[in-house]
């Protein structure tokens, strides 16, 4: 496993310093670094002893906070080394008077990350080349910290040795309340949509058995159900009779189901770079309680972003059917009954909401709807030649 540089390193531990930062204007750190020794940091925030802007708010003068002391400055104040030839690591772009002030004091160059306009006129890098300062933007963008340094650091601290060998990291890093896991995803989400009776496990069961055979590690999953089989019993116990509360009750179990899903199963696969068939998802949830049971579309959306981590679909297959052909199909299984998400009016909804939704999301690339009528071989090429166009896989 490949160790972070010197550079990703400290900047790594400015980022994880910058979070003791009070002023929520912007949380900085500025890490102070000789001969690859750290012999100062600092945040932004009030004095020593002075209430934070986090405890009662902020001090704005001229568009600044006048409580905050701005990291660099703190950084200065607490080093007693000599800076000479020393080298500033800084998590967001120095204003001008820390420049001089970082300059007066020996630093002989500045590593910084991200991109903001100080209004300087250019005085900044003009200084910097008078003074002989190296002034290095690392990152433009402060997603790269995390795509790439802290990917890079947590994929080595997962290897022999590492603290976090045996931890599932986006579940034991992130939690619940975060809506964008995706730190170390290098798998692929491919989701299959449609009414029940259009073949999907069928196909799910003949794309898992080609990508095997193609090298690939599959993880092949399902909702509702994926998270814990309690959450579907609890579902289908439901009456569609007498139930008050009805589709309320189905939105909640479904997105709690989906919420636990993502968070133990698909996401930890994704991050392990498998490459994900599920079984029905977020759609499902809006074309059966939205368009089917009435319940507002954006209200699921949201619902949808929070359970799954904001982590979409890298590629959606909508098999289309005619309802009462997956009805016949249904039929002729000997080892079930019909529940109430099989009704025939039901589900002529629950279509005409796939057919809407498909439309939508055709536009972005991300759907692919495949009639799903024909047989499953002639229905299985047509899949394999989006996989191939739109994955590479």
Not at 19 to 43: M, P, W
Not at 57 to 66: F, P, Q, S
């Amino acid at each position: 496993m490949e160790r972070p540089n010197w550079d990703e390193f400290f900047i790594a531990i400015a980022t994880v310093y910058s979070s003791r930062g009070s002023c929520d204007r912007l949380r900085v750190a500025c890490l102070l670094v000789r001969d690859k020794k750290i012999v100062s940091a600092g945040y932004n925030g009030s004095m020593a002893g002075t209430p934070t802007c986090d405890e009662v708010g902020h001090d704005i003068l001229n568009d600044h906070c006048a409580r905050s002391l701005h990291a660099e400055l703190n950084a200065l104040s607490n080093s007693k080394c000599d800076l000479n030839g020393a080298t500033t690591y800084v998590t967001y772009t120095p204003c001008l008077g820390c420049v001089k002030q970082l300059g007066q004091n020996g630093i002989s160059r500045i590593v910084y990350v991200g991109e903001y306009d100080n209004k300087d006129g250019g005085r900044i890098d003009a200084y910097c080349r008078e003074k002989g300062i190296k002034l290095e933007q690392f990152a433009k963008n402060p997603e790269m910290v995390v795509s790439t340094i802290f990917k890079k650091i947590f994929n080595r601290l997962q290897g022999p040795g590492g603290i976090f060998r045996d931890i599932v990291l986006p579940s034991a890093l992130f939690g619940p309340r975060h809506a964008n896991i995706r730190l170390m995803d290098g798998g692929k989400l491919i989701i299959f949509e449609g009414i029940d009776g259009c073949g999907k496990s069928t196909q799910i069961k003949l794309l898992e058995k080609y990508l095997i055979q193609k090298g690939y590690q599959v993880f092949v999953t399902k909702e509702p159900g994926g998270g814990l089989p309690d959450f579907r019993e609890r579902i289908f116990a439901l009456k569609e009779e007498g139930e008050e509360n009805l589709a309320e009750k189905e939105l909640e179990l479904f997105e709690e189901d989906r919420r636990v899903h993502n968070l133990e199963k698909v996401l930890p696969a994704l991050a392990a770079g498998k490459i994900v068939l599920q079984d029905r998802g977020g759609l499902s949830t809006k074309t059966y309680q939205g368009h089917g049971r009435g319940l507002d579309l954006e209200r699921i959306e949201k619902a949808n972003a929070r359970a799954t981590y904001g982590r979409e679909a890298d590629l959606t297959f909508f098999l289309d059917i005619n309802v009462k052909d997956a009805l016949d199909r249904l039929a002729k299984d000997s080892t079930r009954t019909l529940n109430r998400f099989e009704k025939e009016e039901f589900l002529e909804k629950v279509k005409m909401g796939y057919l809407e939704e498909a439309l939508k999301l055709t536009k972005t690339g991300k759907l692919r709807t495949i009639w799903a009528d024909d047989p499953p071989y002639v229905i299985f090429e047509k899949i394999k030649e989006v996989i191939e166009e739109k994955l590479g896989l």
